[in-house]
């Protein structure tokens, strides 16, 4: 393999299996998306001009590599949280464990129902707390349209999530 690449891969795999996974929710995808993404870029680094950094282009690979995926299988599922992610559980006390997973749950559903743009900005600028810069990147928008969508999709979801009792949206 070559060294940027293995370079790349030690650096950012974590964070694009991250992306991933937020976006089909299965384990072994998630897997064998992250090795197509590396897989890719390997193939591509030679066209890779640094015009964004090694992890905003990785996290655009990611993203055309999983709604190729979706496309190949015809499925479009986000966010249906199963116990196999849920790293908090273990560290806090049981009955606010299962509030706070219900209050993500309830999030993640509210997350679910807005339109596709809406649901793409959120997870990078909220959820992987990317730039306005590496967001259009990635979207293939201008950074106004990012700015104007993000403040639309955060409004969406306000409204999604307006009376659901004990829903955390201050934290977005």
Known sequence: MNQQIENYYHEHSDRVYRYIFLL??????????????????????SSFNEEASPATWLLKIARNVTYDH??????????????????????????????????????????????????????????QELSIRDTAYILGWTEAKVKTKSGRAMDAL??????????????F
């Open 24 to 45: 089909v929710r299965n384990k072994e995808n998630a897997e064998d998306l992250t090795q197509e993404t590396f897989y890719k870029a390997f193939k591509g680094l």
């Open 70 to 127: 979706f496309r190949r299988k015809r499925v479009v599922r986000f966010f249906s949280w199963g116990d196999e992610h849920d790293q908090e559980a273990a560290s806090i006390a049981p009955e606010a464990s299962a509030e706070r997973k219900e209050q993500v749950m309830e999030l993640h559903k509210a997350i679910n129902r807005l339109k596709k743009d809406y649901r793409d900005v959120i997870i990078l600028r909220r959820i």
């Open 158 to 171: 306000k409204q999604e999530l307006a009376g659901k009792e004990g829903v955390i949206h201050e934290s």
